[in-house]
């Protein structure tokens, strides 16, 4: 990693931090390819089983791409192969497109996620946000739409009308609407937000890995499926638990009364 973006690790939580608080950590394509660098790592790495990202200082979260850095990009390097790197590799935040990873991931939005900062966030599994935080899609008033991820999950999370009102406006709108149209699940103070979801990220961290990996996949495949399916391959991932070293742990512990010691086996 770069001072842009650092990464660290504490136990089995990978905490990740967009380190550029001077343009309220925006992204330019030197922070954005380590940014997929540090998913990569956490993704490969079999120690690692809780991500969570945030924003450094106490203002933003992530204020998308740097426009000065990649509309200079767009006008210096034209071509083809740019262009399929550009919409077909992994996106603005490396976990938006074409990286699926199932194992938890949190944000902690201190602040401002507009644009491609709120589509990391969606791309997130859980959103804790601060008091101060601030969402939007301002992509419309600069004449484009949003492209890593939004116009796909935004609905999914808070619905149809509720995407479109952020959409179509180009509005951004404050941590207690977020809270109220489901976009946030928590909202905590800022000065400990990210302590708060660190220790939530550790709780998730003590759990049954495997259990967490396999149950993401199957809700994040199932809602392309229609339910008989959906409903199969829950069966069919369950069943394959059956066979590994954490159930017999886990069930031995419940017999034992005593907390369980998961292995991701």
Same mark, same amino acid.
Request: hydrophobic content about 45%; overall charge negative.
């Given at each position: 990693?770069?001072?842009d973006i650092?990464?660290?690790?504490?136990?089995?939580?990978?905490?990740?931090?967009?380190?550029?608080?001077?343009?309220?950590?925006?992204?330019?394509?030197?922070?954005?390819?380590?940014?997929?660098?540090?998913?990569?790592a956490?993704?490969?790495?079999?120690?690692?089983?809780?991500?969570?990202?945030t924003?450094?200082?106490?203002?933003?979260?992530?204020a998308?791409?740097?426009?000065?850095?990649y509309?200079?990009?767009?006008?210096?390097?034209?071509?083809?192969?740019?262009?399929?790197?550009?919409?077909?590799?992994?996106?603005?935040?490396?976990?938006?497109?074409?990286?699926?990873?199932?194992?938890?991931?949190?944000a902690?939005?201190?602040?401002? !996620?507009?644009?491609?900062? $709120? @589509?990391?966030?969606?791309?997130? /599994? +859980?959103r &804790?946000?601060?008091?101060?935080? #601030?969402?939007?899609?301002?992509?419309?008033?600069?004449g484009?739409?949003?492209c890593?991820?939004?116009?796909?999950?935004?609905?999914?999370?808070?619905?149809?009308?509720?995407?479109?009102?952020?959409?179509?406006?180009?509005?951004?709108?404050?941590?207690?609407?977020?809270?109220?149209?489901?976009?946030?699940?928590?909202?905590i103070?800022?000065?400990?937000?990210?302590?708060?979801?660190?220790?939530?990220?550790?709780?998730?961290?003590?759990?049954?890995?495997?259990?967490?990996?396999?149950?993401?996949a199957?809700?994040?495949?199932?809602?392309?499926?229609?339910? !008989?399916?959906?409903?199969? $391959? @829950?069966?069919?991932?369950?069943? /394959? +638990?059956? &066979?590994t070293?954490?159930?017999? #742990?886990g069930?031995a512990?419940?017999?034992?009364?005593?907390a369980?010691?998961?292995?991701?086996?």
């Amino acid at each position: 990693m770069n001072e842009d973006i650092l990464y660290e690790a504490h136990g089995h939580v990978r905490l990740i931090t967009i380190n550029r608080p001077e343009v309220m950590n925006s992204l330019d394509f030197a922070a954005n390819d380590t940014l997929v660098a540090a998913w990569r790592a956490f993704d490969d790495d079999p120690d690692a089983r809780v991500a969570v990202v945030t924003g450094a200082g106490d203002h933003s979260f992530c204020a998308g791409a740097d426009l000065k850095s990649y509309t200079m990009a767009y006008a210096t390097r034209p071509g083809p192969e740019f262009r399929q790197t550009a919409t077909d590799g992994p996106g603005i935040g490396g976990i938006t497109r074409n990286m699926e990873i199932d194992k938890p991931i949190l944000a902690a939005v201190n602040g401002y !996620a507009v644009s491609g900062g $709120l @589509e990391i966030a969606l791309a997130c /599994d +859980l959103r &804790f946000a601060s008091p101060n935080a #601030e969402f939007g899609l301002q992509d419309v008033r600069w004449g484009f739409h949003p492209c890593d991820g939004a116009l796909v999950r935004l609905p999914r999370i808070v619905g149809l009308g509720n995407a479109m009102e952020l959409f179509l406006s180009g509005d951004r709108v404050d941590a207690a609407h977020a809270m109220r149209i489901g976009l946030v699940n928590r909202l905590i103070p800022r000065e400990s937000l990210l302590d708060e979801t660190m220790y939530y990220a550790e709780t998730l961290a003590s759990r049954a890995p495997l259990a967490q990996q396999f149950g993401k996949a199957v809700m994040r495949k199932a809602l392309e499926l229609p339910l !008989a399916d959906g409903l199969a $391959l @829950e069966s069919r991932s369950f069943h /394959d +638990l059956a &066979f590994t070293e954490d159930l017999e #742990e886990g069930t031995a512990a419940f017999r034992e009364k005593r907390a369980a010691r998961f292995r991701g086996r």
